[in-house]
């Protein structure tokens, strides 16, 4: 069975950075695409952008290539997202999906950004 | 970017009833390898998102059948058919033909 567990809740100060993890059982993660998207508070979803595990290529949506850096690891079968420069906007829910249809998908981690 | 047009925001529905959902994209889904990555899911209150449909009209792993999705170029529904309790939700569709990706923003299916 595909799981994906993500890392707990964050609380961040404007300003600072988090990083988030997205542990994978049951698929080994060389063999896909590691996607993360968000959901703002009452909104829908925003893809943030992807990474191929196996040789660390990403991409990213606009937006975000200034806030958020992907990376892996495989050795653990770990995607990771880190967000700088925290700002109140940046409050959400963060998922990673994996997969070309994004099939599967962990709980989502809440990020709060307040001083 | 590909704007992603879904209709209705809100649907409300019988149980046992039939509904309707559309996506339409602002350019052609058609990828140069011939696929189209359309995709729908729905997201259950308090839950991730879960893929029903992949590439337009291919049921995930245990979805039921009473899902379809149909469509092509621009143009894409999603039926539900017989609808029951566990449907409710906010219903997404998804382009992966171009980057970045893009959501539709979402069809709230509630009871009538």
């Known amino acids: 069975e595909v799981q994906l567990q993500q890392s707990g809740a964050e609380l961040g100060k404007p300003g600072t950075s988090v990083k988030l993890s997205c542990k994978v059982s049951?698929?080994?993660?060389?063999?896909?695409?590691m996607h993360w998207v968000n959901q703002r508070p009452g909104k829908g979803l925003e893809w943030i952008g992807r990474?191929?595990?196996?040789?660390?290529?990403?991409i990213y949506a606009e937006k975000f290539k200034s806030k958020a850096t992907l990376t892996a690891d495989t050795s653990s079968n770990t995607a990771y997202m880190q967000l700088s420069q925290l700002k109140s906007d940046d409050t959400a829910i963060y998922f990673c999906?994996?997969?070309?249809?994004?099939?599967?998908w962990g709980q989502g981690v809440m990020v709060t950004v307040s001083s | 970017d590909v704007l992603m047009t879904q209709t209705p925001v809100s649907l409300p529905v019988s149980l046992g009833g039939q509904v309707s959902i559309s996506c339409r994209s602002s350019q052609s889904l058609v990828h140069s390898d011939g696929n189209t990555y359309l995709h729908w899911y729905l997201q259950k209150p308090g839950q991730s998102p879960q893929l029903l449909i992949y590439?337009?009209?291919n049921r995930f792993s245990g979805v039921p059948d009473r899902f379809s999705g149909s469509g092509s170029g621009t143009d894409f529904t999603l039926k539900i058919s017989r609808v029951e309790p566990e449907d409710l939700g906010v219903y997404y569709c998804?382009?992966?033909?171009?980057?970045?990706?893009?959501f539709g923003s979402g069809t709230k299916l509630e009871i009538k």
């Open positions: 590439r337009v009209s």
């Open positions: 049951g698929y080994n993660i060389r063999n896909t695409y």
């Open positions: 999906a994996m997969r070309g249809g994004l099939d599967y």
């Open positions: 998804l382009q992966s033909t171009h980057f970045p990706l893009t």
């Open positions: 990474i191929d595990p196996a040789n660390g290529n990403t």
